[in-house]
């Protein structure tokens, strides 16, 4: 009996050093807090359905990437690239019909990993002599005296893919004139930038575009970046985000587990669910698109769990 008593005591022992070795181990690995910098969020734009009578160009395809082109520019954004969007359109049998729809944005981003998706309409694309008093005109070239005036024209949606919501809904409008003599052609290309860019049109849609950024800086103002675990291994958690989004080795981040996803009976709509903190990690190393987080407190970490600032 004494024998085992003593078997027991030595495992007992052997256990608790071992812990501790570990628990200094990962001390000697540990880093001072490191604040958290703004990190960029993860955007999808659509091509925008072309609802103008323009002809001469896909206007619709031309405002998405001026779009796309200035919120990488920004520095705050990541935006998914159009040929990811259109192959999971395609696997997932989506958007056969045409116009993107806030169900079909929604699961798409939500698929790619991003937070916000962006789609909508071009509405109205073109400019005008103001002596004639009509609509926009499609012609091509002109010649005239006074005023002339362009106009672009997007009704624009902004969705949350996590819960499926439109989020802001509203029509932006870009509108540039010009006084004296003038001679200009209205053939647009989105391909010449800078040519664009000096045309009355091109700065009309480039107030609209600025527009639409403002809405979705709006948005995600109130809406706190989160990630989530992608990989347990040990005490070694893998995080989907890495320098690419502005994560810094040394960066504490809450972790939660999500509860049961809540529906509105009426709506369909997810309303989120419920999240459990459940510990606390912080950022070892960090690697383009992931980065390696060890525990500092909390246990039962798993693929999904949430991550917070």
């Known amino acids: 009996m004494a024998r085992y008593l003593k078997i027991i005591i030595i495992f007992a022992v052997a256990l608790f050093v071992s812990e501790v070795l570990e628990t200094i181990s990962y001390a000697q690995e540990s880093v001072p807090p490191v604040p958290i910098p703004t990190l960029k969020r993860r955007i999808a734009v659509f091509d925008f359905q072309d609802k103008t009578d323009y002809g001469q160009a896909n206007v619709g395809e031309g405002m998405a990437d001026m779009l ?132 009355l049109v091109g700065k009309a849609t480039r107030k609209a575009i600025e527009q639409i950024i403002a809405k979705i800086d709006a948005q995600l103002a109130n809406k706190p970046w989160q990630g989530k675990i992608i ?40 309303l989120g669910s419920e999240e459990k903190k459940i510990g606390e990690v912080q950022i070892y190393d960090v690697q383009d698109k992931y980065s390696k987080a060890m525990v500092r407190s909390g246990a039962g970490f798993e693929r999904g769990d949430i991550v917070k600032p």
Do not use: C, W
């Not at 819960?163 to 209205?186: F, M, P, R």
């Not at 040394?250 to 809540?262: A, F, H, R, T, W």
């Open 231 to 270: 990989k347990v291994s040990d005490r070694t958690l893998y995080i989907n985000g890495g320098s690419n989004i502005g994560l810094l080795v040394g960066n504490v981040l809450q972790v939660y587990k999500p509860g049961e996803e809540l529906i509105d009976p009426d709506t369909g709509l997810s």
């Open 68 to 199: 796309t082109t200035e919120l990488v520019k920004s520095g705050k954004y990541i935006v998914i690239e159009r040929q990811q969007i259109e192959k999971v359109m395609k696997e997932q049998q989506l958007g056969m019909t045409g116009a993107v729809t806030s169900q079909t944005a929604a699961q798409v981003g939500k698929m790619l990993g991003v937070e916000l998706a962006v789609f909508g309409a071009v509405t109205e694309f073109g400019q005008k002599k103001s002596e004639t008093g009509g609509a926009l005109k499609k012609k091509h070239f002109g010649i005239g005296l006074s005023k002339t005036s362009a106009r672009v024209a997007i009704d624009v949606r902004i969705v949350d893919t996590e819960t499926g919501q439109i989020l802001a809904a509203d029509n932006v409008v870009g509108e540039q004139k010009k006084t004296g003599l003038s001679l200009e052609t209205y053939d647009v290309s989105f391909k010449d930038k800078n040519k664009f860019d000096k045309t």
